[in-house]
Structures are given as structure tokens and as C-alpha cells.
């Protein structure tokens, strides 16, 4: 009974019941003004006057009750009192006012109809069971006080499965209503999770995106487009005023859209972005699309992919390449060897030996970085683990080779993995002796281990007093297989900054006055949740 009684929920219950109490309201009302008038004989047909006008302000005053006291829709056993209440008044109006011939048992029909709005399935006919029973029972119950013809007989049975047709056809409507708004609700609902998917996918791509209208104003900007351009703040601004070389390319782009976009460079950080457009067709204020590409990410991409497939060619030609190598720089050594040789062939056996050692570190270094094992970071605090690192390293270099440490500040807490923290200092403090041998007879690299007064970040910095590093050849330090020594493979510092970004670290090149300096920003010591 409980799901048979069940009302419909929510808002649409609520304006249900208002207008069922609107309804009642108005009944009232009407039958009120009419007997008042002295226009009651409308209603009035051989029926009792005095009770006819005493259940019209009754019936008033009951539905004023009601509207003031009864707003609540969760209880459907209220809802089946306050329409068997309107039906039963409804049924004694209709035996004041004279039965059939009265207008009062089309009140009751709709007073029927509306009340299977707010009620479901059995309960709801059994409502309109009790208005056809009224109807017919009281119309039979006049005819003993009132002869009545026997098409007064046929009218009341109409009125009676009227009752019943409306009831039907009132809960088929509801439940069509429900399930295209249930339908509607759920559509919606997928809608709006669609457009907050879709809004988080793309203030989440590293692609700058812009939307623009015909005027070239901004309708969206994700984050990474605020970041390449340099801004705060675009949505509802002009473009022209914060990026007039873009607004050149767009429009290059509409006079001939099958050009390629040259790039632009953004003045505040330096970046160079690759445009690119695309004509949203369907928008009635004829969008535009932008996206923004960092070109120097999509270098450091197309430069990954040929590491990776470099590292895979190598690990598979491995063994083909190094068991030559190794026999032709053991015949090297053998014939050095030999006692028949003079200085000049001794020479030459020797250049085999030391390029196929270099060959074989070549190889040995690509297959590390193919075979790279997964960064493990740990929390790390920089000063106590440098200041080991350090003493470490003054024990196994060579008397001509000199480290120094100076820290200024106190909490240099990070998370890093420290083997792979060792490898990229054991890297670039080699490099750093290397190119200060070059100048001086005493080869010396300084450590500097600082707190970044903006960003708050542990730095660390290698310094070397060496001749420095060409303007030149400084865009091309971090490329693969870039190198300014003979006996040089120029993996090291590629590998060094794919270990630090591995980590959530930067490796940069800081040009000095006299010597070199390669700086480590390192990330906050807190673990990423």
C-alpha cells in the first residue's frame, strides 16, 4: 500500500498541490458568490436550500484551513485524506444542490482528476470509486424524496465512470510526465558532468587553448594558456592589447588558412609558442579556437623519442658492436706488445685503443639511459648529505683536484633519489675539474648550497673557474651527443637533467664572467599526494 499511495516528489508535487489548492479555492469561492447572489438556482434543482448554502461556507472555510495549514507533500496518507475530504464534501454538495441535474458532479469529476495527480495507481481509483459511488448512491438516494426520470439514472452512471476515466487517464499522462522528466533530469545531469569533464580536461592540458569571438575578445583561456602568454587574467579582454603578435598570425591564418603559422616569442617569459587555428563552424558569434604549443617542449619530446629509439637500437646491436670492439682493441693491446714494433706503429695501436674505449662508453652510456632504473625519492636534508658527498670526494680525487662547500641558510629539505642525486654531481663536479684544469694547474669546483629568496627552493650551484662556455654553444650543452671535448660522449649532462626532471628538479646553465656554473633547483620536501 505504502508504494501504491507513493506521491510524486520534489517541486512538481509542490505545484501539483498548489494548484489542487487553487482549485478548491476557486470552487469555493464561486459556490459562495453564487448562493450569496441569489444565483443558486443554477445549482439548485428541487434540493435544499439551507443545506446547499451552510455546505458552500463550509466547504470555503475548510480549504482556507487547508491552504494555510497543509504544505507538506512527503506523507502520502495526508494527500489521500485532503482528497477523500474534498470528494466526500464535494459528494454532500451534490446531494444538497439536487444530484445530476446540478452542475456539482463535474466539480467532482475534476476534483477526481486533480487528486490522481497527487496519488498513484489503486489509491488514486479508489478515490474516484468513492465520487462514482457518491454520485450513483446519492442520486438513488434522491429519487425516493424527488421522482427522477430514468435518464437522471443514465446521467449518474456516466458521471460515475467519467469518475473512473478521468482517474485513469490522469495517472497514464502523470507517469508519461514523470518518465519524460525523470529522462530529462538524467540527460541533464549527464549534460552538466560532460561540461565539468570537459572543463577540467581542459584546464588540465599542457596545450594552450583560447577561445575567441569575432571581435577578439576572449571567451576561455585554460591555465596553461594564461602561463605561455604571461597573464593573469584574459576571459572578457581583448586579445590585441596583451598579445598583438598572435592577432597577426590569426589573421595571415583567415586569409589563407592552409598556411602554417610562423612562430611567436612572448616578451615577458621568454617562451616560443607554435599557433595554431581552428574555425568553430556551428558557433553563431563565429569562434575561434587557438592552441598554444611551447616549442621548446615539443623539442625536449621529439628529443626523447630519439633517445628512446636510440636506446632501443643500441640495446639490440649491443653484443653485435661490442664483440668486435673488444676483439680489435685486444689485438691493439697485443700488438703494442710486440717487441718488433717502432714508436710511430705503437702510436697508432694506441689511437685504436683509447677511440675504441670511447666506442665502448658511448655504448655504455646509451644503455643506461635505455635501461634507467625508476627514481625512488626520498626525503633528503641537502646540507648533512653534501657535506658526506664532499668528503667522499676529496678522498678519491687526485692532489691536483680540489672541492669546496659553503651553505647559507638552514632548511634544505627536498625529495630526491640520493643515488641518483650522486650520479648527476659526479657528472658535473668531472666536468667542472675537467674545464678548470684547462686554465689553472690546481683544478678546483665550489659547491654553493643556498635558499631561493623567491621561490623559497633549495639551489645548489657548480662552480668552476675554467674558460667558461661559448654564447654559441650554450643552447646546445643539454642536447644528446653535443660535445666540445674529443674524449667526450655528450650524454653526461643530458643524462644529469633528465635524472633532476626525474625528480622534480631543474638543471640550468649560468653563464659566468670567468668560469661556468651549472645550478639545481630543487623541489619542496614535501611528498606529492
Same mark, same amino acid.
Given at each position: 500500500?505504502?508504494?501504491?499511495?507513493?506521491? $510524486?516528489?520534489?517541486?512538481?508535487?509542490?505545484?501539483?498541490?498548489?494548484?489542487?489548492?487553487?482549485?478548491?479555492?476557486?470552487?469555493?469561492?464561486?459556490?459562495?458568490?453564487?448562493?450569496?447572489?441569489?444565483?443558486?438556482?443554477?445549482?439548485?434543482?428541487?434540493?435544499n436550500?439551507?443545506?446547499?448554502?451552510?455546505?458552500?461556507?463550509?466547504?470555503?472555510?475548510?480549504?482556507?484551513?487547508?491552504?494555510?495549514?497543509?504544505?507538506?507533500?512527503?506523507?502520502?496518507?495526508?494527500?489521500?485524506s485532503?482528497?477523500l475530504?474534498?470528494?466526500?464534501?464535494?459528494?454532500?454538495?451534490?446531494?444538497?444542490?439536487?444530484?445530476?441535474?446540478?452542475?456539482?458532479?463535474?466539480?467532482?469529476?475534476?476534483?477526481?482528476?486533480?487528486?490522481?495527480?497527487? !496519488?498513484?495507481?489503486?489509491?488514486?481509483l479508489?478515490?474516484?470509486?468513492?465520487?462514482?459511488?457518491?454520485?450513483?448512491?446519492?442520486?438513488?438516494?434522491?429519487?425516493f424524496?424527488?421522482?427522477?426520470?430514468?435518464?437522471?439514472?443514465?446521467?449518474?452512471?456516466?458521471?460515475?465512470?467519467?469518475?473512473?476515466?478521468?482517474?485513469?487517464?490522469?495517472?497514464?499522462?502523470?507517469?508519461?510526465?514523470?518518465?519524460?522528466?525523470? +529522462?530529462?533530469?538524467?540527460?541533464?545531469?549527464?549534460?552538466?558532468?560532460?561540461?565539468?569533464?570537459?572543463?577540467?580536461?581542459?584546464?588540465?592540458?599542457?596545450?594552450?587553448?583560447?577561445? !575567441?569571438?569575432?571581435?577578439?575578445?576572449?571567451?576561455?583561456?585554460?591555465?596553461?594558456?594564461l602561463? +605561455?602568454?604571461?597573464?593573469?587574467?584574459?576571459?572578457?579582454?581583448?586579445?590585441?592589447?596583451?598579445?598583438?603578435?598572435?592577432?597577426?598570425?590569426?589573421?595571415?591564418?583567415?586569409k589563407?588558412p592552409?598556411l602554417?603559422?610562423?612562430?611567436?616569442?612572448?616578451?615577458?617569459?621568454?617562451l616560443?609558442?607554435?599557433?595554431?587555428?581552428?574555425?568553430?563552424?556551428?558557433?553563431? &558569434?563565429?569562434?575561434?579556437?587557438?592552441?598554444?604549443?611551447?616549442?621548446?617542449?615539443?623539442?625536449?619530446?621529439?628529443?626523447?623519442?630519439?633517445?628512446?629509439?636510440?636506446?632501443?637500437?643500441?640495446?639490440?646491436?649491443?653484443?653485435?658492436?661490442r664483440?668486435? +670492439?673488444?676483439?680489435?682493441?685486444?689485438?691493439?693491446?697485443?700488438?703494442?706488445?710486440?717487441?718488433?714494433?717502432?714508436?710511430?706503429?705503437?702510436?697508432?695501436?694506441q689511437?685504436?685503443?683509447?677511440?675504441?674505449?670511447?666506442?665502448?662508453?658511448?655504448?655504455?652510456?646509451?644503455?643506461?639511459?635505455?635501461?634507467?632504473?625508476?627514481?625512488?625519492?626520498?626525503?633528503?636534508?641537502?646540507?648533512p648529505?653534501?657535506?658526506?658527498?664532499?668528503?667522499?670526494?676529496?678522498?678519491?680525487?687526485?692532489?691536483?683536484?680540489?672541492?669546496?662547500?659553503?651553505?647559507?641558510?638552514?632548511?634544505?629539505?627536498?625529495?630526491?633519489?640520493?643515488?641518483?642525486?650522486?650520479?648527476?654531481?659526479? &657528472?658535473?663536479?668531472?666536468?667542472?675539474?675537467?674545464?678548470?684544469?684547462?686554465?689553472?694547474?690546481?683544478?678546483?669546483?665550489?659547491?654553493? !648550497?643556498?635558499?631561493?629568496?623567491?621561490?623559497?627552493?633549495?639551489?645548489?650551484?657548480?662552480?668552476?673557474?675554467?674558460?667558461?662556455?661559448?654564447?654559441?654553444?650554450?643552447?646546445?650543452?643539454?642536447? $644528446?651527443?653535443?660535445?666540445?671535448?674529443?674524449?667526450?660522449?655528450?650524454?653526461?649532462?643530458?643524462?644529469?637533467?633528465?635524472?633532476?626532471?626525474?625528480?622534480?628538479?631543474?638543471?640550468?646553465?649560468?653563464?659566468?664572467?670567468?668560469?661556468?656554473?651549472?645550478?639545481?633547483?630543487?623541489a619542496?620536501?614535501r611528498?606529492?599526494?
Amino acid at each position: 500500500m505504502v508504494a501504491e499511495t507513493q506521491s $510524486p516528489g520534489g517541486k512538481q508535487a509542490q505545484r501539483l498541490l498548489r494548484l489542487y489548492h487553487l482549485y478548491r479555492l476557486s470552487v469555493g469561492i464561486i459556490l459562495v458568490l453564487l448562493i450569496s447572489s441569489d444565483m443558486d438556482n443554477q445549482l439548485l434543482t428541487s434540493g435544499n436550500d439551507a443545506l446547499l448554502r451552510g455546505g458552500s461556507w463550509l466547504y470555503l472555510i475548510l480549504n482556507i484551513l487547508l491552504v494555510v495549514f497543509f504544505e507538506d507533500t512527503r506523507r502520502p496518507a495526508q494527500l489521500f485524506s485532503l482528497a477523500l475530504a474534498d470528494v466526500l464534501l464535494l459528494c454532500g454538495l451534490f446531494y444538497a444542490a439536487g444530484g445530476v441535474a446540478s452542475a456539482v458532479g463535474n466539480l467532482l469529476i475534476v476534483s477526481v482528476a486533480i487528486g490522481n495527480t497527487l !496519488l498513484r495507481r489503486r489509491i488514486g481509483l479508489l478515490i474516484a470509486a468513492v465520487g462514482a459511488l457518491g454520485i450513483v448512491g446519492l442520486s438513488f438516494l434522491l429519487s425516493f424524496s424527488h421522482p427522477s426520470s430514468p435518464n437522471d439514472y443514465l446521467q449518474a452512471g456516466a458521471l460515475g465512470t467519467l469518475c473512473f476515466a478521468a482517474a485513469l487517464l490522469v495517472q497514464g499522462l502523470t507517469r508519461r510526465l514523470e518518465v519524460s522528466e525523470t +529522462l530529462a533530469e538524467q540527460k541533464a545531469s549527464e549534460v552538466i558532468g560532460l561540461e565539468t569533464l570537459n572543463a577540467l580536461i581542459l584546464q588540465r592540458m599542457r596545450t594552450g587553448i583560447l577561445v !575567441l569571438d569575432e571581435c577578439r575578445r576572449v571567451q576561455l583561456a585554460n591555465h596553461s594558456a594564461l602561463a +605561455l602568454l604571461d597573464c593573469e587574467h584574459l576571459e572578457g579582454l581583448v586579445i590585441d592589447e596583451h598579445c598583438p603578435a598572435l592577432i597577426e598570425r590569426l589573421d595571415l591564418w583567415r586569409k589563407n588558412p592552409t598556411l602554417r603559422p610562423h612562430s611567436l616569442k612572448i616578451t615577458g617569459s621568454g617562451l616560443e609558442l607554435r599557433p595554431s587555428f581552428i574555425a568553430l563552424g556551428i558557433s553563431p &558569434n563565429h569562434q575561434t579556437l587557438v592552441f598554444l604549443e611551447d616549442l621548446a617542449q615539443i623539442a625536449q619530446q621529439a628529443q626523447q623519442l630519439k633517445l628512446v629509439a636510440l636506446g632501443r637500437l643500441t640495446a639490440g646491436i649491443a653484443h653485435e658492436i661490442r664483440n668486435p +670492439l673488444g676483439a680489435i682493441s685486444h689485438a691493439a693491446q697485443l700488438l703494442r706488445e710486440s717487441e718488433e714494433l717502432n714508436g710511430a706503429d705503437r702510436r697508432l695501436t694506441q689511437i685504436i685503443q683509447d677511440h675504441s674505449e670511447r666506442m665502448n662508453r658511448v655504448i655504455e652510456n646509451v644503455l643506461q639511459l635505455s635501461r634507467r632504473q625508476q627514481t625512488v625519492p626520498q626525503r633528503l636534508d641537502l646540507k648533512p648529505w653534501l657535506e658526506q658527498f664532499v668528503g667522499e670526494t676529496r678522498e678519491a680525487a687526485t692532489a691536483r683536484q680540489q672541492i669546496h662547500l659553503h651553505t647559507t641558510g638552514a632548511d634544505f629539505k627536498t625529495l630526491m633519489d640520493p643515488d641518483q642525486l650522486r650520479q648527476i654531481l659526479d &657528472n658535473l663536479i668531472g666536468n667542472a675539474w675537467r674545464h678548470s684544469g684547462l686554465r689553472r694547474e690546481q683544478a678546483q669546483v665550489w659547491l654553493e !648550497l643556498f635558499i631561493d629568496p623567491n621561490s623559497q627552493l633549495p639551489i645548489l650551484e657548480i662552480i668552476d673557474d675554467g674558460p667558461g662556455v661559448p654564447p654559441d654553444h650554450q643552447a646546445q650543452l643539454f642536447e $644528446p651527443f653535443f660535445t666540445t671535448s674529443q674524449h667526450g660522449t655528450g650524454l653526461g649532462l643530458y643524462l644529469s637533467r633528465e635524472l633532476c626532471e626525474s625528480n622534480q628538479a631543474r638543471l640550468d646553465f649560468k653563464p659566468r664572467q670567468d668560469g661556468g656554473c651549472f645550478r639545481i633547483t630543487f623541489a619542496h620536501g614535501r611528498k606529492q599526494g
